[in-house]
């Protein structure tokens, strides 16, 4: 492999024998680590095995849907079977995965710093959500919950007979872990930047988790006390969502998704962080309107509080209040789209090079342009009348969601995977798995769009009344089946990369940022050597464009080009 | 701990005098609070003041809220900190009255459940036209096959 | 502990700065700007309870004047007292922990931990009646109690008035436990003279936290206690 013989850059000189991974090897060293980075691998494997743990629900969900007569499963087994995908993929995949596995290992070394501002409370994190997660799962070995990933009350409060109580808590202590990771990433970002690092020299990434930990800390303590309030009716007959009891169940929809849409965001901004980074890189260019792309991550976090009731269209909340939701709503798909043109922009005139992690990050732009914008459809007042509860919307979430930030966590986890273990995947092998979880991505969540259109209802597990439908679930499931296959050549050959890969060098995609520049791969324990510095703007790169590793791991050079176009 | 002197300029050390104000202060506003709301029902001569639960109201919370600015600026110490510690703090409170949206909700449509919503029949809903037995899904497979109204 | 500049290079002069940390400056800023962080996530937590509460007090304002009346406006008012107090002290204990007078520090938690105990002995009795008179809201909540029933009302408003009750005192209880486990180790931190505690910082952390805690109590005590008709 000419990965190999790559020629170290000049800042790290030589490969130190120490570095994060084998600064110890004991398993007490792992568990008890305050190492951010190690915190990130900690989280990598957790999120993974939960992401496993999600997909076969997923995967019983998709078969149960290849007949119209619900022959599989009883109804109450599909109930808990979809409630646990979503809980499992939501609260302990998605939301965590990139702020958590991405943004712990790379928000203190973009920044400069040795580490996080608090590493032990980041190790609190972790151990928060790993209660958190053992919970659920023990809610789910002790019979399951089938209130559906919203938990929407009377049903979660009075009605149901499952575990809920003790899904609750256990969703509770995830959204402390969140919030503690947001408290971790604010005092980080606002106190430990490196001496010459201002706000407007920060890379991207760096702003979109900024912003993601402002929703963390605003958004998560409103849906756990709402949770607790739910945890109270299960537990004594509090009354405050259920009419019975004097309450309201409306209320809770507005407080879940008071909470609940930001979230949305705390899924995809940190994903658009990635994407800047990847699109940058492997564009050969500064990202196009910089300013543009980091204040619209400020822009969608604001925003993005004051928009829940779209989700509420259909319960009682009043015209009046849809009307105004509706109209913020399409004011949030503004910065949204800043971020696609400025990206499209930025490969305008660039030299694109399609490698494994740009094939992602082009992929993301693909399916989020067309998760956004069904968006919309959802967004106006008239058509989600059609549309709520069905697979329209389904397919419009995954989109966001597997499509979006998916896409982005495993283009991002392919783009730092030689800085976090110091060794190359095989390029081959990722290229393919990106097109073949684009390609079954698709094949998934386009068929299930019509079928929705169509009024096929989410949650149902049968519709003999209307055979016709069946086409394009068992597409949908074969597409289901194409992707789990893309899904599982990554855990394959990245983890083969541990073990025989080719030692990656410091920076072996020629890109900017101190990880890259002014660190090893992996990075030592304290991050940098030197204290970094920071004297050049963001994403410079013309002065790289003729890069000794980049020809060296591609075998080609790099494409020059002029001027400022 | 020589060098926490040298960079004793880092923070600001409130005087007791000041602190001992604060607490006069709000002890002051605890009583008043006290008197504003509970001295229409001791004084007969105050007796028409009972009914006006908006000027209470405003004049209680309107008092809370005198307290905690004290309590923030004083005792939390945000008067004597950095201009970011003051865009967190203010920015906490005015998030809060995000929540507050969903009142333009509960205050443009009917409240309780109208009277009478027990009784629509079920042919109000067309979906169950053709299933008098009003359940909302029709029999189980097998049993009938149903007309697709509403596709 | 495993973070602490022994494990870790960082620069011997100052070894109470902890190794991600440049200068005690920084440390002492961050660890400010990250309470408060939490004190912001705080004010968000507790949004829910006041948001509802005012939404349907809106709604049933009279009836919320009723259930009130079974609220002791004096031990409320006392607790009140008692958190002030606390509050004052506690400023008090930052004051002495920046000057580096120990013992009068010591003596000033010492004050706000004994204040958080009455607190929470107020609170028992006032929980323990409404305990014997059933209104707590589990299965067997009643309304009106036995022997009130000139107070009239509606029981499942009632039951909503106390649900609220219950669960903002409750966490707002909880609230107050935390604080004090929180004062008390910071206690024995202190005398032990344990290398965490080297200057206010841990003290000026602790206090916001009680503050914050007093806080919520000042906007729930007119709330919940002096409601007018
Ligand atoms: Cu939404």
Redesign the interface.
């Known amino acids: 492999m000419s990965a190999t013989t790559v020629i170290e850059q000049s800042p790290p000189t030589e490969r130190p024998e120490k570095n994060y991974l084998n600064a110890d090897h004991t398993l007490r060293s792992w568990i008890?680590?305050?190492d951010h980075k190690r915190i990130a691998v900690l989280y990598l494997i957790s999120v993974t095995f939960m992401f496993f743990l999600g997909s076969i629900a997923a995967a019983v969900v998709r078969f149960e849907l290849t007949s119209p007569?619900?022959q599989m499963l009883t109804s109450e087994t599909y109930n808990k079977m979809f409630t646990a995908h979503g809980v499992i993929m939501v609260f302990f995949f998605i939301i965590p995965a990139i702020p958590a596995v991405l943004g712990n290992f790379l928000l203190?070394i973009m920044l400069g710093?040795?580490?996080?501002?608090?590493?032990?409370?980041n190790l609190l994190s972790w151990y928060l959500y790993v209660a958190g997660a053992a919970l659920v799962l023990a809610s789910l070995a002790l019979g399951g919950i089938d209130a559906g990933w919203t938990f929407y009350t009377p049903l979660s409060s009075l009605y149901s007979n499952t575990q809920i109580t003790l899904a609750l808590v256990g969703i509770f202590l995830a959204g402390f872990s969140s919030?503690l990771t947001?408290?971790?990433f604010?005092?980080?970002t606002?106190?430990?930047r490196a001496p010459g690092l201002t706000w407007f020299k920060m890379p991207l990434f760096v702003w979109a988790h900024y912003a993601t930990a402002i929703i963390m800390?605003?958004?998560?303590?409103?849906v756990?006390?709402?949770l607790?309030?739910v945890i109270?009716?299960r537990a004594?007959?509090?009354?405050?969502f259920s009419?019975?009891?004097?309450?309201?169940p409306?209320?809770f929809q507005?407080?879940f998704w008071?909470y609940s849409h930001p979230a949305v965001y705390i899924m995809i901004l940190p994903g658009m962080g990635v994407i800047s980074e990847l699109i940058s890189c492997f564009s050969r260019r500064r990202v196009f309107g910089y300013e543009f792309v980091a204040f619209s991550s400020i822009a969608i976090a604001v925003i993005g509080?004051?928009v829940w009731?779209h989700h509420m269209f259909l319960s009682?909340?009043?015209?009046?209040?849809g009307i105004?939701f509706s109209l913020l709503t399409f004011l949030v798909a503004i910065p949204s789209a800043i971020k696609i043109f400025n990206w499209t922009m930025t490969m305008y005139k660039g030299s694109v090079w399609f490698s494994t992690p740009m094939i992602y990050a082009l992929g993301f732009m693909g399916l989020f342009v067309i998760g956004g914008l069904t968006g919309l459809h959802l967004g106006s007042l008239a058509t989600d009348v059609h549309l709520t509860g069905t697979y329209f919307i389904v397919a419009h979430f995954h989109f966001v969601m597997v499509g979006g930030a998916i896409m982005a966590f495993l283009g991002g986890l392919h783009f730092w995977w030689p800085k976090m273990f110091g060794k190359m995947y095989s390029e081959f092998w990722g290229r393919l798995s990106a097109m073949v979880i684009f390609l079954g991505f698709n094949f998934t969540f386009f068929p299930q769009f019509m079928v929705g259109y169509?009024?096929m209802p989410r949650r149902y597990h049968?519709y003999?009344?209307?055979p016709e439908w069946q086409i394009y679930h068992i597409l949908s499931s074969a597409g289901a089946t194409i992707l789990g296959i893309g899904f599982l050549m990554p855990a394959f050959y990245l983890t083969a990369s541990l073990i025989k890969g080719p030692k990656a060098s410091s920076n072996p995609w020629g890109a900017k940022g101190l990880e890259w520049e002014q660190t090893t791969s992996p990075p030592p324990?304290?991050n940098f050597h030197h204290?970094p510095i920071v004297m050049d703007d963001p994403y410079d790169y013309d002065a790289i464009a003729d890069n000794d590793d980049f020809r060296a791991h591609w075998g080609k050079e790099p494409v020059k080009y002029g001027g400022d176009n | 701990m020589a060098h926490v002197e040298h960079h004793h300029h880092g923070h600001h050390i409130t005087p007791i005098s000041v602190l001992i104000r604060t607490f006069i202060i709000l002890v002051g506003l605890m009583v008043l609070t006290i008197v504003a709301a509970k001295a229409p029902y001791w004084f007969a001569s105050l007796e028409p003041y009972r009914g006006l639960w908006v000027v209470t109201n405003a004049i209680a919370l309107g008092i809370a809220t005198i307290k905690a600015v004290f309590v923030v600026s004083e005792f939390m110490g945000v008067k004597y900190a950095t201009n970011l510690i003051k865009v967190y703090a203010i920015g906490g409170f005015v998030w809060f009255f995000l929540l507050f949206i969903m009142f333009v909700d509960y205050a443009s449509r009917p409240w309780e459940p109208v009277k009478g919503w027990e009784n629509v029949p079920s042919s109000a809903f067309p979906r169950n036209k053709d299933n008098d037995a009003g359940t909302p899904f029709p029999q189980y497979p097998g049993e009938a096959k149903h007309g697709k109204d509403g596709h | 502990m495993a973070a602490h500049a022994t494990t870790h290079p960082t620069n011997p002069d100052e070894s109470e700065v902890y190794f991600q940390y440049e200068d005690i400056d920084q440390q002492q800023e961050t660890y400010i700007v990250g309470m408060w962080t939490f004190i912001v996530q705080e004010i968000m937590f507790f949004g829910p309870l006041f948001l509802i509460y005012t939404l349907f007090r809106w709604k049933f304002q009279g009836g919320f004047y009723t259930y009130s009346q079974k609220l002791d406006y004096v031990l409320g008012g006392v607790n009140t007292m008692v958190l002030l107090f606390s509050s004052f002290t506690m400023a008090l204990a930052v004051h002495y922990a920046q000057k580096k007078q120990t013992k009068e520090q010591l003596r000033c938690l010492g004050i706000t931990l004994a204040c958080g105990f009455g607190f929470l002995i107020i609170k028992a009795f006032e929980y323990a009646d409404k305990f014997t008179h059933s209104l707590f809201p589990n299965n067997s909540f009643i309304w009106p109690p036995h022997g009130y029933e000139y107070l009239g009302g509606n029981p499942e408003h009632a039951r909503l008035f106390f649900s609220l009750y219950f669960a903002t005192t409750g966490l707002h209880g909880l609230h107050v436990v935390v604080g004090m486990i929180c004062i008390a180790s910071l206690m024995i931190l202190t005398v032990r003279k344990a290398p965490t505690i080297t200057d206010y910082v841990p003290t000026e952390i602790v206090g916001l936290y009680w503050h914050f805690v007093d806080l919520v109590w000042i906007f729930l005590y007119p709330l919940y206690y002096l409601i007018p008709k």
């Open positions: 008890w680590t305050v007569w619900g203190p710093a040795r580490d996080l501002a608090f590493p032990r409370i919030i947001g408290v971790n604010i005092a980080t606002h106190k430990m800390i605003l958004g998560t303590p409103v756990a006390m709402t607790v309030l109270f009716e004594f007959k509090f009354g405050i009419p019975e009891l004097g309450g309201d409306v209320l507005h407080l008071f509080f004051v009731g009682s909340q009043s015209v009046l209040q105004l169509l009024g049968f003999y009344f209307a324990t304290e204290k």
